[in-house]
């Protein structure tokens, strides 16, 4: 149920981001043409405030976060953006300044990644604000980039660095030390990694959004194989040792994680450096397991205090 | 971000509703082939416990409510469903029996509408539960029923009973009576009115979920027309004279109202009789204005209370 405030908070914040098809917003429903003869590519994520974002992030990168978070998703499905429908669901007494900031980022976004918001929905809640953002996107039948693929032998690669979301949390919400902003500033506005022309090359992809580790775990056992990690090999920004496992394990890096057999090795540096985008090698799929093992440098197994980096629990 | 209990929550309540395109749930975005040569049609819907449904109101029908409340914008526009996206941000100590049933109720609704799960969000938060819903559907290029399409002399017309959904919420928020739970049941399973072959002879349409004359006024803005509604004509099953305010004005309907020019009567009555939906004229469209106009049977004009039936504020 729209009720008449919202048309205007609607009109207000959200109309000016809408672009073809969205039908300014004022319709049932979106209509839109795909390009032809592509396959469609949908995800969906919803933050909360607390959980997500804190109360005082800055308005103008929560937004853009939950944008790029979502377009990794498309990234990481080697597909190219088409649009975003929102919902907004806020407590009474919103700022409305706050708002026009969340949608100055947007625009910001929308114009760097070339991509319109199509639709949307704005409730009120007693609790605090939701936002859930629903991405499409599209790519060429079959050459989706998928989990499943790895196979015993292919490298394993990621994009940029590994653990400098972690450290921007704990920058921002522990005070730890950063100078010029760009551990914080990794945190609040990852880099989705668009554009790679990764099909053919890559036999299985994903971004990293729950920290190394555990997500190499699905791409394990979607892909029945078993993942080595070498540690040392893994790119990170800030070397300080005792940081190793908060970068292996922390979440927020929405870089890349890719395998690809020994034979594309030169491909895959190729795709991502012509998007001037840095690609390392950090381990290998092996036969007869579907866990994920990390290797110091001596060949020792790390093991770290986190649950659930080699398997999920049944239930929690 | 995905934790591990969140993991085994889908893969409890979520996985079985998956289908083709979904990936399991376990890949970051579904990929699907939109049907060859088709335009698509997206919207989305939130809704928030206390707000849009009861605490004790049933799970099994809140799932369902949602669902249809985005297929009938789906129906709004003449377009077929294709599949959906939902997310979950539900308070701690949520009972796994009520996700349970919510999930049952969207497995039937599922198997009714042919459509499946292509992918979603699950989060916690410290608020009531809110759900967020996005609906995929398909219609063909140029065929998309909107808003902006009715004309001077076209009739007006809506589908089905109006009014029930209004009085079911006052059946269960304040025990007026309901003798065989029909009005109760209308308010919680709304009946989206998809399959309609309107394309070519209804030249606007929409949803009523936000009451006839409020969302009439839509139409009427979009189209630059002014809409005059028969009062005595709209078809209620409660025609008690004390209630005509609350079910020309009050939400929840789901119906479709729909403007045709008077050569294509008897097609969009065929068209609706094909699918067994009840159609009747309630009105006309007027040159010179842009608002709604209600009248008696004395052809004396109906003020309501309900602020904001002829026209929005500017602000709230």
Redesign the interface.
């Known amino acids: 149920?729209?009720?008449?405030?919202e048309?205007?908070f609607i009109g207000r914040h959200f109309r000016p981001l809408s672009g073809p098809g969205a039908?300014d917003l004022?319709?049932?429903?979106?209509?839109?043409?795909?390009p032809a003869g592509r396959?469609?590519?949908?995800?969906?994520?919803?933050?909360?405030e607390?959980?997500?974002f804190l109360p005082d992030d800055p308005a103008r990168t929560i937004g853009r976060k939950l944008l790029r978070c979502n377009l990794s998703?498309?990234a990481?499905?080697g597909?190219a953006p088409l649009g975003y429908?929102?919902?907004?669901?806020r407590?009474p007494g919103g700022d409305d300044a706050w708002f026009a900031a969340f949608a100055a980022g947007l625009a910001d976004d929308q114009a760097t990644f070339g991509l319109t918001l199509?639709?949307?929905?704005?409730?009120?809640?007693?609790?605090?604000l939701?936002l859930?953002l629903?991405?499409?996107?599209h790519?060429a039948?079959g050459q989706?980039l998928?989990?499943?693929g790895a196979r015993p032998g292919d490298d394993v690669w990621v994009t940029g660095t590994i653990g400098d979301g972690a450290i921007g949390l704990r920058v921002l919400r522990d005070g730890w030390p950063d100078r010029d902003g760009f551990f914080a500033d990794r945190y609040r506005v990852p880099r989705p990694r668009l554009g790679l022309a990764l099909a053919g090359i890559a036999t299985a992809a994903?971004?990293i959004?729950?920290g190394l580790v555990q997500d190499a775990g699905?791409i394990a056992r979607?892909s029945g194989v078993g993942i080595d990690i070498d540690a040392d090999r893994v790119p990170r920004t800030d070397r300080a040792p005792e940081h190793l496992e908060l970068c292996l394990t922390g979440?927020?890096d929405y870089e890349l994680l890719l395998t690809a057999p020994r034979t594309q090795a030169e491909a895959l540096r190729a795709a991502c450096h012509a998007c001037d985008v840095p690609v390392t090698r950090i381990g290998q799929c092996v036969a007869g397991r579907s866990d994920v093992r990390v290797w110091d440098k001596a060949g020792r197994p790390l093991l770290f205090a986190r649950?659930?980096w080699t398997h999920?629990?049944?239930?929690?």
Chains 1, 2 share one sequence.
Do not use: E, K, Y
């Open positions: 149920m729209t009720l008449p405030a048309f205007s039908l004022t319709d049932d429903a979106a209509v839109l043409t795909p396959s469609l590519v949908v995800a969906v994520d919803a933050m909360v607390g959980l997500h998703d498309l990481a499905m597909a429908l929102l919902t907004v669901s407590p199509l639709g949307g929905d704005t409730t009120s809640t007693t609790g605090p939701v859930s629903t991405i499409l996107g790519v039948p989706a998928l989990r499943g994903m971004d959004s729950d699905h979607a979440g927020d649950p659930g999920l629990p049944d239930d929690v």
